[in-house]
């Protein structure tokens, strides 16, 4: 008995082993590029997963019945494995072929040679669908690294309930930052409730508000302006005096999206795609919803619009079928169709004409956001440096913003410190060619 | 002839055993082993996955050197250290209590271990929302009088850390009660009793014999929270993100090579930062088995 017993394990370890070794050496063989025929496509999105799969799958099968060659496999993941997800892939040869990212992630790849140059590769006809403006911000040079998707613009909510405790009017929002200010001071007094929680993105606030970052040449950074110094002073002066928490200098926007749902602040600034978000979590907080434009924060109307894209890495063995896709998914009827499933605003010209967009009068707060959204289109950008290791670079701008706040350096030390560092870490770059 | 039966059985005993061990050792060559050691040329190279690889000898040494954020991430890693006995001490006072046959003691032992099988993504979230400036520990703490005003944990450079080390204690504390539990379950009833019989108090029991006697136990439980804790990862990772807020306050060695490799993509130089963290770990651990060696690893020599 126990001799069987003994057999029985080896035999498993036996098998176990050779079956680790078949798998090494499995995985090690390459596969047979550019087969004709039927030609998979991995297909990569960020969390769209569960809530557009309808829209998506039937987007997808649209497709493959037009091409019945082609067939999609689309994979969603979680905004923050993308970006590893997709390295491991690349570096294990395992690219996947269509892969949605927002411009800081497709540039960071530009970066590298990891993406196709749409440039050459797609069809002029194929480019000529999208705003040039949206277009050229995964821009480097001459090379365009990807077909711009859907973004969202901010608006501003207002709780409804707490603005009138603290007697406000919320039909009369706050249309700039002073203001935003003195009702935070009021409904702080009033409710104790904070007005609302500042989600600091420095260089966007600063680029917004007319200072250059960098010079045209792309050799120089500018940040040390008096623009600069203005809303540095001026955020200093909230943070110290309590009207914001002092969690604010962590704060991203789930932050303050739980904060409002949970109504605890008195408003917030969203991307308008986000809304449902509120709907579907806090119900009663968005029926309390007003929805107003953003402060105003440059002279010439300028909104930064988060923006994701579509992108075709080179390690993609099939670019043609690929890029095929990746227009199929960002054209105009696809763009359109994902617009009134969720608030987001298309990146094509003929999408975006659609009267869907400035239609209607109902004063739910998704389609009065819409319709805000819908008229600020053309002002819409999506800041980027547009040079190599553009992260490394604003990293000092973050991280000195906060110093600041903490009271570890005088805002006109801030600015000073992170032009100087800023400008030693470009010229290294630029140095590395 | 039984000379014969025995080396038979002790080839046989052999045999099975190499068996029984291969495919562990399988898994630890493909999965760690081979990791680290293609891991160690990367620190120096250049590697960013995508680029092309280039040999660049010291220079990442070089940047290290002279990186200001590696520095703060290694003392703030050393200071993390210091969660080391408080935990240690308070898992030694745990073990002792639930060693007692008391009524309902299971249920203690099993609460105390929840917080080891509990996801440590999960229980950050939930601790960063004790932490909060309306959580809950703000209200205990008010509602007590401890404070007036409530304190943003997360947000005080001089606190942040400190909230993190909390985490940690709470979530370490009832794995290594487990092995002092384990320990103090070995140490002979006999020696107590008569300790007792002697008219030694408990306190002095446990101090002059229990706890001499759990060295061993301590020696192996010391060494592993203090690789844990200059490793800390998880929960300042879900705390405070991948640059260590407030203001790189919370940055340690873990996330800082996180940060380098995977948002950075700046493989290489993370390679390098790990290596020297895991050498200066190295070196620790044979230090400390070096000096505890004469203390013992067996009573009852």
């Known amino acids: 008995?126990?001799?069987?017993?003994?057999?029985?394990?080896?035999?498993?370890?036996?098998?176990?082993?050779?079956?680790?070794?078949?798998?090494?050496?499995?995985?090690?063989?390459?596969?047979?590029?550019?087969?004709?025929?039927?030609?998979?496509?991995?297909?990569?999105?960020?969390?769209?997963?569960?809530?557009?799969?309808?829209?998506?799958?039937?987007?997808?099968?649209?497709?493959?019945?037009?091409?019945?060659?082609?067939?999609?496999?689309?994979?969603?993941?979680?905004?923050?494995?993308?970006?590893?997800?997709?390295?491991?892939?690349?570096?294990?040869?395992?690219?996947?072929?269509?892969?949605?990212?927002?411009?800081?992630?497709?540039?960071?790849?530009?970066?590298?040679?990891?993406?196709?140059?749409?440039?050459?590769?797609?069809?002029?006809?194929?480019?000529?669908?999208?705003?040039?403006?949206?277009?050229?911000?995964?821009?480097?040079?001459?090379?365009?690294?990807?077909?711009?998707?859907?973004?969202?613009?901010?608006?501003?909510?207002?709780?409804?309930?707490?603005?009138?405790?603290?007697?406000?009017?919320?039909?009369?929002?706050?249309?700039?930052?002073?203001?935003?200010?003195?009702?935070?001071?009021?409904?702080?007094?009033?409710?104790?409730?904070?007005?609302?929680?500042?989600?600091?993105?420095?260089?966007?606030?600063?680029?917004?508000?007319?200072?250059?970052?960098?010079?045209?040449?792309?050799?120089?950074?500018?940040?040390?302006?008096?623009?600069?110094?203005?809303?540095?002073?001026?955020?200093?002066?909230?943070?110290?005096?309590?009207?914001?928490?002092?969690?604010?200098?962590?704060?991203?926007?789930?932050?303050?999206?739980?904060?409002?749902?949970?109504?605890?602040?008195?408003?917030f600034i969203t991307g308008s795609q986000f809304l449902n978000r509120i709907k579907n979590n806090a119900k009663e907080v968005y029926d309390k919803t007003v929805v107003a434009p953003i402060p105003t924060v440059s002279k010439d109307g300028k909104v930064h619009g988060g923006l994701m894209n579509v992108v075709v890495p080179t390690m993609s063995k099939h670019h043609e079928e690929a890029i095929l896709f990746a227009h199929f998914i960002t054209n105009d009827e696809s763009q359109l169709e994902f617009a009134k499933v969720v608030n987001i605003l298309p990146s094509t010209k003929e999408a975006a004409k659609d009267p869907f967009f400035t239609e209607g009068d109902s004063n739910e707060p998704e389609d009065v956001a819409r319709r805000i959204t819908a008229t600020q289109t053309d002002k819409a950008i999506d800041f980027t440096l547009g040079v190599n290791k553009e992260g490394e670079i604003l990293e000092f701008l973050w991280k000195y913003w906060k110093e600041m706040l903490l009271g570890r350096m005088t805002p006109e030390e801030m600015l000073k410190k992170a032009e100087a560092d800023m400008q030693a870490k470009l010229d290294e770059i630029l140095a590395e060619g | 002839m039984a000379k014969a039966t025995i080396t038979n059985l002790r080839k046989k005993r052999l045999i099975f055993s190499y068996a029984m061990l291969t495919p562990g050792i399988i898994v630890l060559l493909v999965f760690t082993f081979y990791p680290i050691v293609y891991g160690l040329p990367l620190a120096f190279t250049n590697y960013s996955v995508i680029e092309d690889t280039k040999w660049v000898g010291m220079a990442n040494f070089n940047r290290m050197y002279a990186d200001p954020d590696f520095w703060l991430a290694l003392q703030n890693s050393l200071l993390y250290v210091i969660c080391v006995p408080v935990i240690q001490i308070l898992a030694i006072l745990m073990a002792v209590l639930v060693n007692n046959k008391l009524r309902g003691v299971h249920f203690f032992r099993v609460a105390y271990f929840i917080p080891v099988v509990t996801s440590m993504v999960a229980a950050a979230i939930a601790w960063k929302w004790v932490y909060e400036e309306k959580g809950v520990l703000n209200y205990i703490l008010q509602a007590l009088g401890v404070i007036k005003e409530p304190v943003s944990w997360m947000a005080l450079p001089g606190i942040a850390l400190f909230a993190a080390m909390g985490v940690t204690v709470w979530k370490g504390l009832g794995y290594y009660m487990m092995i002092y539990l384990a320990g103090l379950q070995s140490v002979p009833v006999e020696l107590q009793e008569a300790a007792r019989i002697d008219g030694a108090s408990r306190w002095r029991v446990i101090w002059s014999i229990t706890i001499p006697l759990l060295q061993p136990f301590i020696l192996v439980c010391t060494i592993m929270s203090v690789m844990g804790a200059v490793r800390v990862f998880d929960e300042i990772f879900v705390m405070f993100g991948p640059k260590g807020d407030p203001a790189g306050a919370t940055l340690v060695t873990g996330v800082y090579t996180y940060k380098l490799a995977f948002i950075d993509f700046n493989f290489g130089y993370a390679a390098t930062v790990g290596l020297i963290v895991s050498l200066m770990i190295m070196i620790f651990t044979i230090l400390s088995f070096r000096f505890n060696r004469r203390g013992g690893m067996s009573y009852y020599e």
């Open chain 1, 1 to 267: 008995m126990k001799r069987i017993g003994r057999m029985t394990v080896m035999v498993l370890a036996v098998s176990l082993l050779l079956s680790i070794l078949a798998a090494c050496g499995s995985s090690g063989t390459k596969q047979v590029e550019d087969t004709p025929g039927p030609v998979t496509i991995n297909f990569w999105t960020i969390s769209l997963s569960p809530t557009f799969d309808d829209y998506v799958n039937a987007r997808i099968k649209k497709f493959e019945d037009a091409n019945p060659d082609i067939t999609i496999k689309w994979t969603d993941l979680p905004y923050g494995s993308m970006e590893n997800k997709l390295l491991s892939s690349i570096a294990g040869n395992q690219s996947p072929d269509v892969v949605n990212l927002n411009t800081a992630m497709a540039l960071k790849l530009a970066d590298k040679n990891a993406l196709v140059d749409l440039n050459k590769e797609a069809t002029e006809e194929q480019l000529s669908i999208y705003f040039e403006s949206l277009l050229h911000s995964a821009r480097i040079g001459d090379s365009i690294y990807a077909f711009p998707w859907y973004y969202g613009l901010g608006v501003l909510s207002l709780n409804k309930e707490i603005y009138e405790a603290a007697g406000l009017d919320p039909n009369q929002p706050p249309s700039t930052w002073e203001e935003m200010k003195e009702h935070a001071v009021i409904i702080k007094e009033k409710t104790g409730k904070y007005g609302f929680v500042p989600i600091y993105n420095p260089p966007i606030d600063l680029f917004l508000r007319g200072v250059p970052i960098i010079n045209e040449d792309k050799t120089q950074i500018i940040v040390n302006t008096p623009e600069a110094l203005e809303w540095a002073k001026w955020n200093k002066d909230l943070y110290d005096s309590g009207v914001v928490p002092k969690e604010s200098i962590t704060a991203d926007a789930g932050y303050a999206t739980d904060k409002y749902q949970g109504g605890q602040i008195a408003s």
